[in-house]
């Protein structure tokens, strides 16, 4: 009868699986992959393409222009961040297949015309067109 209990105290040993250093594993791995992922997306070196893009529209547009001082005009007005998203709401409501362009000098930092577009698009424009310099200018 003894043997019998001294089996199963082993097998009941046997039984409880400690996860532990799989967890200290698994969280390892997973910090590491943190770090090095980052590292990986800009350590490719890439060369941008040129923009060849379609023709501007002729008829139906407003164009947005940010200048190099961080001026925003609408078509030839200055205009503030407010009084912009003021008028691109009125001008979305009362003509809504108006077109808009957003030309903005190319010494601006890409993070200052990406929230100047997202205030765009808060306005009610969701498509805004980018204009940029023909190839080879």
């Known amino acids: 009868m003894r043997h019998h209990k001294r089996a199963r105290s082993q097998m009941a040993a046997i039984d409880q699986i400690n996860v532990t250093?799989?967890?200290?594993l698994t969280f390892l791995l997973l910090i590491a992959f943190m770090i090095t992922m980052p590292l990986m997306e800009y350590g490719t070196q890439i060369?941008?393409?040129?923009?060849?893009?379609?023709?501007?529209?002729?008829?139906?547009?407003?164009?947005?222009?940010?200048?190099?001082?961080?001026?925003?005009?609408?078509?030839?007005?200055?205009?503030?961040?407010?009084?912009?998203?003021g008028r691109l709401r009125k001008l979305k409501n009362d003509?809504?297949?108006?077109?808009?362009l957003l030309r903005a000098d190319g010494s601006r930092?890409?993070?200052?015309?990406?929230?100047?577009?997202a205030h765009i698009r808060r306005s009610g424009f969701a498509d805004v067109t980018l204009v940029t310099q023909a190839e080879g200018k």
């Open 95 to 100: 003509e809504p297949k108006t077109q808009l």
């Open 109 to 117: 930092s890409y993070n200052e015309v990406i929230e100047l577009m």
């Open 47 to 85: 060369s941008e393409p040129e923009m060849d893009s379609n023709e501007l529209p002729t008829e139906n547009f407003q164009s947005v222009t940010f200048t190099k001082d961080g001026t925003i005009m609408l078509g030839k007005e200055t205009v503030s961040r407010e009084e912009l998203f």
């Open 21 to 24: 250093p799989l967890l200290d």
